[in-house]
């Protein structure tokens, strides 16, 4: 079984910083890709940022510049550092996970639960 468990996350005023954190545990040969989702209320789930095992990442044209990925592959963990915060970025952020349980074989996708990131003044 494999899990996901997201940290962080909280209140902060338009301009702030927050730092998000993820780690997936459980029977995990190798992971693809780690990283953040967000919805807000009324919204369908969007992509917030990404990175592959090789470092790649990818990110939202929304977040960009004020967002940045990292990761750990010994740990199997990730970090979302949040800066200069807009009350746009107000949601549920969830971390994602894609690997799997050998060489061969599926991907598989886990998601965490969910962490609330609030910006308000």
């Known amino acids: 079984q494999v899990q996901v468990v997201e940290s962080g996350g909280g209140l902060v005023q338009p301009g702030g910083s927050l730092r998000l954190s993820c780690a997936a545990s459980g029977n995990i040969f190798s992971i693809y890709s780690m990283g953040w989702y967000r919805q807000a209320p009324g919204k369908q789930r969007e992509l917030v940022a990404t990175?592959?095992?090789?470092?790649?990442?990818n990110y939202a044209e929304s977040v960009k510049g004020r967002f940045t990925i990292s990761r750990d592959n010994a740990k199997n963990t990730v970090v979302l550092q949040m800066n200069t915060l807009e009350p746009e970025d107000t949601a549920v952020y969830y971390c994602?996970?894609?690997?799997?349980?050998?060489?061969?074989?599926?991907?598989?996708?886990?998601w965490g639960q969910g962490t609330q990131v609030t910006v308000t003044s």
């Open positions: 994602n996970a894609v690997w799997r349980s050998g060489i061969v074989g599926m991907f598989n996708t886990n």
């Open positions: 990175i592959t095992s090789d470092g790649s990442t």
